[in-house]
């Protein structure tokens, strides 16, 4: 068994395969999914599990050097963007970089998520909790 905190395979495996600016789309339970992207629902019901324990989790175990966000989770669900920026200061911290935040319209996120390699859906209900996470190189 691993030893680190992210034990879903399928969540584990995909990040293990990402190269250099690959993404994971991590998203709330009404996120459409492109049928061409690998889906990996972790939704029970209505907020479980939450968007910030999923995203706590992957960012436990992937390099990040980007995220692309919507605009309007600024202005809509500003509590979650808040607890979103907290954690990628964090991150840099501990990776030592800078993480590069990139805010597109939602429309636009949505077809960016085609590109990713894995949408990852939680019970999130926030209005715009949805993330792509790109990979950097841990040298």
């Known amino acids: 068994m691993k030893k680190g905190k992210l034990i879903h395979n399928e969540i584990s495996h995909t990040i293990s395969k990402l190269g250099h600016t690959d993404g994971i789309t991590i998203g709330d339970c009404g996120l459409p999914i492109p049928d061409t992207v690998k889906r990996i629902d972790l939704a029970i019901t209505l907020g479980v599990p939450d968007f910030i324990t999923v995203f706590d989790t992957v960012l436990s175990e992937q390099w ?28 840099e911290k501990e990776q030592g970089n800078i993480i590069k935040i990139v805010k597109i319209p939602h429309e636009a996120f949505k077809k960016k998520t085609i590109e990713t390699k894995a949408v990852i859906r939680t019970g999130e209900c926030t209005p715009y909790a949805n993330i792509i996470l790109k990979s950097g190189v841990v040298f």
């Open 64 to 91: 990040v050097e980007e995220v692309i966000l919507a605009e309007e989770m600024e202005i809509h669900s500003k509590h979650m963007y808040e607890k979103i920026i907290l954690r990628l200061k964090e991150l």
